[in-house]
């Protein structure tokens, strides 16, 4: 009957096949693929360093979800001209040695990556305007002995206050510092970054980008200034940017955006003794759960102390890096 088919014109119907490729457990070798650093990110789009050149570059579909952030050395193809317009691929991201995190506060299960193969963290501090904040500082050396970073003081504005009471907080740490103050010769600082990857912290305010820009003449950060009723500073950088450092030794800088809290949620606190090798062999003693904090009876870091066998000093200050990791509310 027209119009309609039979049970037997449907015996010999076939729907149609989607034409596929084939699949393939073969993965690109990218053999062509040029090593590149990222020097900053930006709303997607990665700018590298690439043998004395850089290029503009996107994150390639293979990689998902992995994170790219800066100071990450990569594998990139396509065009890596630098010329306007052009795009190349981030194709593979190599192991991190270091990763320097933070989470937003300490009940944060989200940790933020701000930086990846930086062996040195700098912390800068003006010594006033705005007034200089240990319990970030502490933080701060807490989130640099967890990511087995060289942790440095840098002290600014020095012209303003006297370096020395700061300093004698953090002297029995054996944390190396630098003072700088306006117009200062930065020649001491300099030789401190020369031939590393170093990453810049610090509050809105303090000067640091003021630092880069001497370090660095041709970065042209924005420098901010502090409010006269808060004490606080304005973010000027909004993104981080690593830099290239002039002379002869090489050596990269990291300048981050101003922050106003450091949470430490991604640090396990039992961890922390093992940054300070000295104090670490006097717990072997301690009873099983000891957290070293100055609770517990028979802590091995009293008795070491009542021996005269360590610094109470440098056992005090310890225990301040420690406290800083579950007190939320020491910004």
Not at 12 to 35: L, S, V, W
Not at 239 to 253: N, T
Not at 286 to 297: F, L, N, S, W
Request: hydrophobic letters at 35%.
């Amino acid at each position: 009957m027209s119009g309609r088919y039979s049970d037997h014109d449907h015996e010999h119907y076939e729907r149609p096949r989607r034409r596929t490729r084939p699949r393939t457990k073969e993965r690109p070798t990218y053999a062509d693929a040029e090593d590149a650093v990222v020097m900053t990110v930006d709303r997607g789009r990665f700018t590298l360093a690439l043998d004395g050149r850089t290029a503009m570059a996107m994150k390639s579909r293979p990689l998902g979800r992995k994170g790219v952030v800066v100071g990450d050395r990569v594998r990139v193809v396509g065009d890596t001209s630098g010329a306007d317009g052009a795009l190349a691929r981030i194709v593979e991201v190599a192991p991190r040695e270091t990763v320097l995190r933070r989470t937003a506060d300490d009940d944060d299960r989200v940790e933020r990556i701000i930086v990846a193969n930086a062996s040195q963290l700098v912390v800068v501090t003006a010594l006033a305007d705005p007034e200089p904040r240990p319990r970030l500082i502490d933080r701060a050396l807490v989130a640099a002995y967890d990511a087995r970073m060289q942790p440095v003081l840098c002290l600014t504005k020095a012209d303003l206050a006297d370096p020395e009471t700061l300093l004698g907080t953090y002297r029995s740490l054996g944390v190396p510092w630098v003072v700088t103050q306006r117009g200062s010769d930065l020649t001491e600082l300099h030789e401190r970054l020369a031939g590393r990857i170093s990453v810049l912290i610090g509050h809105s305010g303090v000067g640091k980008s003021t630092l880069v820009n001497a370090l660095v003449p041709d970065a042209n950060r924005l420098i901010g200034s502090v409010n006269a009723v808060t004490g606080r500073g304005r973010h000027t950088s909004t993104s981080a940017l690593m830099l290239p450092l002039p002379g002869d030794k090489g050596g990269f800088i990291i300048d981050t955006p101003g922050i106003r809290s450091f949470g430490l949620a991604h640090v396990q606190p039992e961890h922390l003794i093992e940054a300070f090798p000295d104090l670490d062999e006097m717990t072997e003693d301690c009873p099983r759960g000891c957290t070293h904090g100055g609770d517990e009876p028979e802590c091995g870091l009293d008795e070491a102390v009542a021996r005269g066998d360590a610094d109470p000093d440098r056992v005090e200050s310890f225990r301040r890096l420690l406290a800083a990791r579950y007190d939320a509310s020491s910004l």
